[in-house]
């Protein structure tokens, strides 16, 4: 398997425009997780979602941030409109039976 | 809300030597991840813990779990270079699998011959 797919792997984005990240997660994993990096912040939990549907988005910032996962082998992390302060790397992360395996992340930078 | 803490934050390892991380975390929880991360590159998983005094082993890394005293340790013996990178221990709150997990902030460790 090719262990969890990020999609893309840098983004340079002027502040106010819109960002999609993208995850496709290891097959048959039925969990998905987004984490967002900062050096000040660390590892935080963004979403996450049991066989496409979320459970806990306590962690999204704002309204500016919205996540879907329309079928098991997708999921979209978007930033509308983006700041500076989203610059960061973001992790999408899938899971079965308890292991929780990591993407390559995205390195987000926000001018 | 949960609280992971890591300690030391940073450590200044000697080739040889052995070193110990601490994983504090203040819920209770059976599950507990230990993840390795080189700078600029992704989370890598070294263990997973699963019950009250699990004990894992890779190599010259040592992993154990204490759930009573809500402790797991992640022990270094003989540090080489290789070893330089971040760790990171990470608790599942809910105790079941596919809910998420809660990081530390991480322990730096830089080997030095």
């Known amino acids: 398997d090719a262990g969890v797919i990020q999609s893309p792997r840098h983004e340079v984005t002027e502040m106010g425009q819109e960002v999609t990240l993208r995850c496709k997660p290891i097959s048959g994993h039925n969990s998905l997780f987004w984490y967002r990096q900062t050096m000040m912040r660390g590892l935080e939990l963004l979403i996450y979602?049991?066989?496409?549907?979320?459970?806990?988005d306590s962690g999204m910032p704002e309204d500016r941030f919205s996540a879907k996962m329309p079928n098991a082998s997708f999921s979209t992390l978007k930033i509308q409109p983006s700041e500076p302060r989203d610059s960061a790397v973001y992790f999408c992360?899938?899971?079965?039976?308890?292991?929780?395996?990591f993407g390559s992340g995205t390195q987000l930078s926000v001018l | 809300e949960l609280k992971v803490e890591q300690n030391p934050l940073f450590l200044s390892m000697q080739e040889g030597k052995n070193y110990t991380i601490y994983c504090n975390y203040s819920t209770t929880s059976d599950r507990l991840y230990w993840y390795r991360q080189d700078p600029g590159k992704s989370l890598e998983s070294l263990f997973v813990?699963?019950?009250?005094?699990a004990v894992k082993q890779e190599g010259r890394l040592m992993a154990s779990l204490d759930t009573k005293a809500r402790l797991s340790t992640l022990h270094i013996t003989a540090a080489v270079h290789d070893l330089s990178a971040t760790y990171f221990c990470a608790v599942n709150p809910s105790n079941q699998a596919g809910t998420a997990l809660i990081f530390g902030k991480g322990t730096t460790l830089s080997v030095s011959s």
């Open positions: 813990l699963l019950s009250n005094g």
């Open positions: 992360a899938s899971s079965f039976a308890g292991e929780v395996f």
């Open positions: 979602f049991n066989n496409n549907v979320p459970i806990d």
